[in-house]
């Protein structure tokens, strides 16, 4: 693995056809066709591969912004990262780290979503194909889902990423969330940490931040 820069890296809105071509590769995405937070565990499990992959693909075809961003290094699909308005996602709905981020007191103004139900984007997934991690993918895919939000009427933007200096040890099951480092440096802020080892950050594109 070259942990250097990538070279002919660029970013696009997602299109199906990059998509099926990223995740048609052996592993977890194959598997799940990122559909594990757009809906509830007996739902989720409800479903084969195949199932989820045809759901996935109703997204790109219902005229609605695309579900998420790629990377591409020299015209081939290297990463992904979902983004979509919260609302998209029951299992973000109703999840620990969103609920106690709530539970443990009223944010600030600096990272409070708005009232709008779809003002509120929620980064929930990247996938990065082996022989180009380490190399700025992620860091280029999540400015571009920012980007994507922002252009789609998003007002904050928000992750759940894992803390890697709390959790050392957590692997490729939990890293696809993201590192808190990673949301850190892209001008993310942390608006709760209350689940040890990840944590609820946010964005705001409106204002000074977002001019």
């Known amino acids: 693995m070259t942990d250097g820069p990538a ?39 409800a479903l084969d591969p195949a199932a989820r992959k045809a759901q996935l693909k109703e997204k790109f075809d219902g005229g609605s912004p695309a579900p998420g961003v790629l990377a591409f290094v020299d ?47 929620s980064v929930t997934c990247f996938v990065v194909a082996a022989g180009h ?5 992620a ?10 939000a ?4 998003a007002d904050v933007v928000e992750g759940y990423p894992v803390d890697r200096e709390q959790r050392p040890k957590a692997g490729p099951a939990d890293l696809y ?4 480092n990673l949301f850190l440096r892209a001008g993310f802020t942390v608006a709760s940490s209350a689940v ?6 946010r964005v705001s594109l409106t204002g000074p931040k977002g001019a």
């Open 75 to 121: 015209g081939q699909p290297v990463g992904w990262c979902a983004v979509e308005p919260r609302t998209c996602y029951p299992r973000v709905l109703r999840s620990r780290v969103l609920r106690q981020a709530e539970e443990s007191g009223p944010p600030d103004s600096e990272t409070a979503p708005p009232d709008a139900a779809d003002s509120v984007w």
């Open 196 to 201: 040890p080892g990840r944590a609820v950050v």
């Open 150 to 153: 922002r252009l789609n009427g």
């Open 139 to 148: 860091a280029a895919l999540l400015r571009a889902a920012v980007e994507h």
């Open 7 to 45: 070279t002919g890296l660029t970013t696009a809105a997602a299109q199906w056809n990059g998509v099926e071509r990223l995740f048609g590769r052996p592993g977890e995405p194959s598997r799940c066709w990122c559909r594990f937070f757009a809906l509830t565990g007996p739902e989720y499990s």
């Open 177 to 180: 969330h993201g590192t808190l």
């Open 133 to 137: 991690r380490r190399r700025g993918v």
